[in-house]
């Protein structure tokens, strides 16, 4: 009986340190849960309805929607906010994209991509952006022949998976056609993939700890995934150092390559990507005397403007992540464009007419030529004044497009539909801080320019030969998959329909 009684009060002894401890990790997990919930919620600090700050877990945070300060800190003060927020569990080849690469790698990165989006540059990806749109189109006129309503959103994600594989990555797929091929496979693996969303604010709250836990965490799916694009480019670019270089292709991924020998180099103030940099470069020549600048020469005190060399050569890591960042940041925007940009237009037909109007006057003035011409986060550097506001070192700067796009007091009627809020009276009259699709400041997106060029190339041969028009699967409202993700959530159905029996090239609206 003693052994009985020994037993069963090392089992009840037992039995608590488990509740013990069970409830010790319920305590924790509720703490944390209000610590990074709860608190985050109600720690919010209202000085204007355009600036007040919260904080998420540990992490002050700033919301700024004042369009003056926004200037001043993405323009004018551009030094104090260089940095965007890392999210120090993201993995080659992440890391090594624009988007993470902070101080002086981004600059040294940034500089040697700039001159990648000149006009003449640009002008080179042309023919691989025609030879997607031709497919688009094919497919385009198979759905106008069927008669039947189709996922329009779809057909743009194939077209713009098949631009980034032939201008980024150096590989021509057609998605359109053929979309379990390995490249098209593994980057939907990679748009698939997504954190579970407490998981996710634990990282940022709590970055220290981010790091080491995500080595951790074994992923088979994300390591595969990057390992393919990773050896993708990393042949390619051993099969072009072996071709003579008028036979290798002339897509992005050779610029980057050239980039790594040229002097074509931009200073931080020419970063901003809404001016050409080509003329940028013209401009430098003529204000520039003969002879280099000396790399131990003082800097400008305020906006320099002309280039200083300094010592750059793009890794291959750094390669690899360029090209991937136009995955990350060029396939989902690009195709919810068109898609929401087709839509509008079968919702208001008679802006649709406009627009083939304009198109079919474009075409009547060249020859049949084929040619073309959500939050941002940013980190406080050192402790900074913005318009009057003290913003301290380390503190994290919310720049909420969304909202700044729907202020009514900038956009009257903000949900209705009015192209002509962009005229160029209407721009003109218009703060330039209100709209930031791209961002702004030498932080803005440098692959805009080529966004814009595929998405007008492809409008503009769609509206040339079709005509796009709602039914009754068009779903009105649109339901969207998030307040963060303005992709459609069930996707976008239409009909479309042959304007006539035309369907001539594209012609470049840069002979105009």
């Known amino acids: 009986m003693q052994a009985v009684g020994d037993f069963l009060n090392a089992f009840n002894m037992e039995v608590s340190r488990i509740s013990v401890t069970l409830s010790l990790f319920l305590i924790f997990l509720g703490l944390l849960y ?24 540990r992490r002050p945070v700033v919301i700024i ?34 988007l993470m690469l902070r101080n002086e790698q981004w600059k040294r990165v940034r500089s040697i991509l700039t001159p990648s989006f000149s006009s003449a540059k640009l002008k080179e990806m042309v023919p691989l952006i025609n030879i997607a749109i031709d497919a688009l189109m094919k497919n385009l006129n198979g759905h106008a022949e069927s008669a039947q309503a189709f996922d329009i959103h779809k057909c743009f994600g194939y077209f713009t998976m098949d631009v980034i594989a032939s201008v980024a990555f150096a590989t021509q797929v057609d998605s359109q056609n053929n979309p379990d091929d ?39 799916r994300r390591d595969k995934m990057n390992n393919f694009f990773i050896n993708s480019i990393q042949k390619i670019i051993k099969q072009r150092e072996e071709q003579p270089p008028e036979e290798r292709r002339r897509d992005f991924l050779q610029l980057m390559l050239d980039a790594r020998t040229t002097k074509e180099i931009v200073s931080l103030d ?22 280099s600048v000396q790399e131990n020469d003082p800097p400008h005190s305020q906006e320099p403007s002309v280039r200083r060399p300094q010592k750059k050569m793009m890794t291959e890591d750094e390669i690899v992540g360029q090209a991937f960042v136009f995955l990350l940041a060029g396939y ?9 940009t087709c839509y509008l237009l079968a919702l208001h037909p008679e802006c649709q007419l406009k627009v083939q109007k304009e198109v079919d006057d474009f075409y009547t003035r060249h020859s049949p030529v084929k040619d073309f011409f ?3 986060n940013k980190k406080v550097d050192h402790d900074c004044v913005v318009n009057g506001q003290f913003l301290p070192k380390g503190i994290t700067v919310e720049i909420p497009a969304g909202f700044l796009h729907y202020d009514p007091e900038h956009w009257p009627e903000p ?20 709209y930031l699709p791209f961002g ?24 040339q030969s079709f005509s796009i028009v709602a039914c009754s699967e068009t779903k009105v409202p649109l339901e969207l998959k998030s307040s963060s993700t303005l992709g459609p959530k069930n996707g976008i159905y239409v009909k479309i329909t042959r304007r006539d029996q035309r369907d001539g090239p594209f012609i470049s609206p840069s002979d105009d």
């Open 440 to 463: 702004a400041g030498p932080r803005n997106c440098v692959g805009m320019r080529l966004a814009q060029l595929e998405i007008k190339m492809a409008l503009v041969r769609l509206f």
């Open 374 to 376: 959500d939050f941002k």
């Open 270 to 291: 020419h970063f901003d990507t809404s001016n050409d940099p080509e003329e940028i470069e013209h401009r430098n020549q003529e204000t520039q005397p003969s002879g």
């Open 415 to 434: 949900e209705e539909f009015i192209p002509e809020r962009f005229t160029p009276e209407a721009k003109a009259s218009r703060h330039p801080f209100v």
């Open 182 to 220: 390995p490249f098209v496979h593994h980057a939907q693996m990679f748009f698939n993939f997504s954190f579970f969303r407490p998981i996710l604010l634990f990282f940022m709250a709590f970055p220290f700890l981010a790091a080491p836990m995500a080595k951790l965490i074994p992923n088979e």
């Open 332 to 340: 989902e925007t690009s195709s919810n464009t068109l898609a929401f």
């Open 34 to 57: 209000w610590f990074l919930f709860v608190l985050a919620g109600i720690s919010l600090i209202l000085y204007t309805s355009a600036y007040f700050r919260y904080y998420l877990g």
């Open 65 to 98: 929607a004042d369009p003056d300060m926004l200037r001043q800190l993405m323009v004018k003060d551009f030094s104090s906010f260089p940095n965007r927020m890392a999210f120090r569990f993201a993995t080659k080849p992440m890391t090594d994209c624009l």
